[in-house]
């Protein structure tokens, strides 16, 4: 699941985290990929969003990569996991004085499912909301270490909130990097992204889950539990997948 929680601030301003936590309870995911999470910012009553969710919902493993720091607290992505993480990172894509942005990097020991073992790799990221700002985070994050390494048969989840309305960064990743859209829906137009923002009534596909390597997808969808139209002004995304040997 890739899903930006809004700081679990719903859309009739009311601080309710309790609703993050029941949407995630009701698609029991294997993964989660959470965007603008706080940790001990007043807004979020200082809580620690990441762990809080975590330990309510029996994910043992989560990690957090804080991109913004504020007078009080400070917020980022999160990964909760069912799985060990055995690695993580936080890949700084903050464009010069523009708000800072960050992705995520876990790696995710996932060999109690393949039954030997595996890594998956997964980044969770949060893009700018300009266009040109969009296109040098992506070549950015492209030319890491952590990226640049990876083997195209490494099985690779790259999700998160893209703010890419016009699907300009498809390109990009699909014919760039060789990855597929698992939230692409295919019409006689070509694909058309599953539209996620805003979550009362859907305008546009700003969340994405792209794909590559060892990994089937299955089946993908857009959250349909009421309470997510109110609950942050995003709605979450789920993609199942197989994942198959190297």
């Not at 089937?216 to 002004?233: E, K, T």
Request: proline residues 4%; positive net charge.
């Amino acid at each position: 699941m890739t899903y930006n929680i809004h700081r679990a601030i719903g859309l009739d301003r009311r601080f309710r985290p309790d609703r993050i936590a029941m949407i995630l309870r009701d698609h029991d995911v294997d993964i989660v990929l959470l965007q603008e999470v706080d940790e001990g910012v007043p807004r979020s009553r200082e809580q620690d969003l990441a762990k809080e969710l975590a330990l309510e919902l029996d994910y043992p493993y989560f990690a957090v990569g804080h991109n913004v720091s504020l007078r009080k607290g400070r917020y980022g992505n999160a990964t909760l996991s069912r799985y060990p993480i055995v690695r993580e990172r936080n890949i700084d894509l903050t464009m010069g004085e523009r708000k800072r942005r960050g992705c995520q990097h876990t790696t995710i020991d996932v060999e109690p499912v393949t039954g030997y073992t595996q890594h998956l790799e997964v980044f969770n990221l949060h893009l700018g909301l300009s266009a040109w700002e969009r296109e040098r985070q992506v070549g950015l994050l492209s030319r890491t270490r952590e990226f640049a390494d990876l083997e195209r048969v490494t099985p690779c989840l790259l999700g998160g909130d893209f703010n890419d309305w016009r699907s300009r960064l498809r390109v990009f990743f699909v014919e760039g990097m060789s990855f597929r859209c698992a939230t692409d829906r295919y019409s006689r137009r070509g694909p058309k992204s599953i539209k996620s923002y805003p979550s009362i009534s859907p305008r546009g596909g700003l969340d994405r889950i792209y794909y590559r390597g060892g990994l089937r997808l299955l089946s993908v969808d857009r959250c349909r539990n009421q309470v997510a139209r109110v609950a942050s002004d995003h709605l979450p995304l789920t993609a199942v997948f197989d994942i198959r040997p190297d």
